[in-house]
């Protein structure tokens, strides 16, 4: 497994080796084992597995307040993303920056989100299909977002805002201005 260290500290691009020939291929996805160097002590406990029918199609920035904090491995096994994450932990020095990446069936890239981050993807092509581990059950009661076009976070997006499918709750997050973080910095590795 390739790993690639991500400029926000703690999240990481993981690409698995794929076997292939004139039949098809076979990629391990998920080591416990190979995780462990990477999130030493992380257990998931969920797969959740989404489809979206349009490119456009844009899905956060979400993410669950402590106690229940969830880490999320996420890939796509079919179609193209651009999926973005945002650095909520203070202390972080890199605190309030985003990165992105494209993940697609093609690439099979994966990226590490731990705890403490907001993370939301956006559709590049129809009919595309995205999986994640988490660490944590959902739990409406710690549900929480910010909103995808704040201009204090600067986020490009690969179409226009008018352009973009969003789903109500979607369309009425906070503002990262108005978001007081609970989540603390711990250096990693």
Not at 50 to 60: F, K, P, Q, T, Y
Request: net charge negative.
């Amino acid at each position: 497994m390739e790993i690639e260290e991500l400029p926000l500290p703690g999240a990481f691009v993981l690409t698995p080796k794929r076997f292939g020939d004139e039949r098809g291929f076979f990629s391990e996805t998920f080591s416990a084992r190979a995780f462990e160097e990477v999130a030493p002590g992380v257990t998931f406990v969920q797969d959740n597995h989404s489809l979206s029918r349009d490119a456009g199609v844009l899905r956060g920035l979400h993410f669950q307040l402590p106690p229940h904090a969830q880490g999320k491995l996420v890939r796509v096994p079919k179609g193209r993303v651009v999926d973005v994450i945002v650095d909520l932990r203070i202390g972080s020095p890199t605190y309030g920056q985003h990165a992105s990446v494209e993940l697609s069936g093609e690439n099979w890239k994966q990226l590490w989100v731990p705890a403490g981050f907001a993370h939301a993807f956006c559709t590049l092509e129809p009919d595309t299909e995205f999986c994640y581990k988490v660490t944590s059950f959902y739990a409406p009661e710690s549900d929480s977002g910010l909103a995808f076009d704040d201009p204090d976070l600067a986020i490009e997006w690969p179409f226009p805002p008018e352009d973009l499918i969003l789903s109500d709750k979607d369309k009425k997050l906070a503002r990262f201005c108005d978001f007081k973080s609970p989540f603390l910095y711990e250096e990693t590795r």
